[in-house]
């Protein structure tokens, strides 16, 4: 039987799909949420344990002044969030947060989501130190999230690996953001790059990796939002940008979702940048190692498409076709959206019910505490 809360909390993910919502960042939707979340837990879970802040400052006025030395001193199996408070500033490190330091927030402390920022250069083909080999494409990001409950909050990670200057390196992704983990929440933050970005995926194939992504901004060129995580991408800005030769080419998705399972869900987003028209792919379908079980997903709904995106927004994958796994739109709008087509699928009414937030998350409500 569907309690009060239930149903608020079902209210509140419909808001954030329904037609007509505001096509930029914002976070009233998970306000919302997070407040029907409140009224569930008060009826049916004890009082988590109280949050702990560690803090970091470059100039020492923090207790720690690297983001990977608070996160080291997160107790192993911790139940109480651990907010990481990041002062303002410009952090040149990688951090890992290990699979066992669940409940983790990277939270910026200054004025804006551009004033911290966590940022890194190695690529998929850069050397480790070690001499052990390179990165690759997962090993090169600069934040590396593992531990479920990760949350990152009002700040910046960057990837700004130089490719004109590596163009004889075999291997130029560069991730700036990798998450392998599940209920991971992801709340007014900037994540940048070229190729490969923003890696949302699962500790492995079996796993799952829900990732909810609010408020936020995604800029990158090819396939800048991967890997086979369950994830929504909600009043979001997602920026196309040019190639290191200038030139305007590429692809925003490259799913890599087990069968049965949710890929990608954009949604109430803006999609823009400085490109030319016509010049980016929605998407792609990524069969990871060749891996033809693999049922690629991304649904495009109640989305701003610039005249950046081409006509026909699907294309092939490593000799898979898109028109096997599953691509679609739903009411979107913009210069670059269009009507359906045998290139261009759109969901039903009823296809699009349950392609919405709430199937997503599947029961868990994302929270900031």
């Known amino acids: 039987m569907a309690t009060a809360a239930g149903t608020a909390l079902a209210a509140a993910f419909a808001a954030t799909t329904a037609t007509g919502a505001p096509k930029v960042p914002d976070t009233?939707?998970?306000?919302?949420?997070?407040?029907?979340?409140?009224?569930?837990?008060?009826?049916?879970?004890?009082?988590?344990?109280?949050?702990?802040?560690?803090?970091?400052?470059?100039?020492?006025?923090?207790?720690?002044?690297?983001?990977?030395?608070?996160?080291?001193?997160?107790?192993?199996?911790?139940?109480?969030?651990?907010?990481?408070?990041?002062?303002?500033?410009?952090?040149?490190?990688?951090?890992?947060?290990?699979?066992?330091?669940?409940?983790?927030?990277?939270?910026?402390?200054?004025p804006s989501r551009t004033s911290t920022v966590i940022v890194h250069d190695n690529a998929s083909g850069t050397e480790k130190p070690d001499g052990s080999g390179t990165y690759g494409t997962s090993g090169s990001a600069t934040?590396?999230?593992?531990?479920?409950?990760?949350?990152?909050?009002?700040?910046?990670?960057?990837?700004?690996?130089?490719?004109?200057?590596?163009?004889?390196?075999?291997?130029?992704?560069?991730?700036?953001?990798?998450?392998?983990?599940?209920?991971?929440?992801?709340?007014?933050?900037?994540?940048?790059?070229?190729?490969?970005t923003l890696l949302l995926d699962t500790a492995s194939k079996d796993r799952p990796g829900r990732v909810y992504m609010t408020g936020s901004s995604v800029v990158g060129n090819v396939d800048f939002v991967f890997g086979r995580a369950s994830a929504v991408i909600d009043a979001s800005v997602i920026t196309l940008k040019k190639r290191w030769?200038?030139?305007?080419?590429?692809?925003?998705?490259?799913?890599?979702?087990?069968?049965?399972?949710?890929?990608?869900?954009i949604n109430d987003c803006t999609v823009e940048g400085g490109v030319s028209g016509a010049s980016f792919y929605l998407g792609r379908p990524w069969h990871a190692g060749g891996d033809a079980s693999l049922d690629p997903m991304a649904t495009f709904r109640n989305t701003t498409l610039s005249a950046a995106v081409k006509a026909a927004p699907w294309t092939d994958m490593s000799g898979f076709s898109w028109k096997d796994d599953r691509f679609a739109e739903y009411r979107n709008s913009g210069p670059g959206s269009g009507p359906a087509s045998g290139d261009r699928p759109q969901l039903t009414d009823a296809q699009a019910a349950g392609q919405e937030t709430a199937d997503w998350l599947g029961g868990w409500t994302p929270s900031a505490s």
Not at 156 to 177: K, P
């Open 28 to 110: 009233a939707g998970v306000t919302a949420v997070t407040a029907a979340a409140s009224s569930v837990r008060a009826e049916a879970a004890p009082e988590a344990p109280a949050a702990s802040t560690l803090t970091v400052a470059k100039d020492g006025s923090g207790r720690y002044t690297t983001v990977q030395a608070a996160v080291d001193a997160v107790p192993a199996g911790n139940t109480a969030r651990t907010v990481i408070s990041i002062a303002p500033g410009t952090y040149r490190e990688t951090v890992k947060v290990p699979a066992a330091k669940q409940n983790v927030t990277l939270q910026g402390s200054g």
């Open 143 to 196: 934040v590396a999230a593992e531990a479920d409950g990760f949350q990152a909050r009002n700040l910046t990670i960057s990837n700004d690996f130089d490719e004109a200057s590596h163009q004889g390196m075999s291997g130029l992704q560069a991730v700036a953001l990798r998450t392998a983990a599940d209920k991971v929440f992801l709340d007014s933050i900037v994540t940048e790059g070229d190729q490969d």
């Open 245 to 265: 030769d200038g030139s305007s080419a590429g692809y925003v998705t490259a799913p890599s979702t087990a069968a049965g399972r949710k890929g990608f869900l």
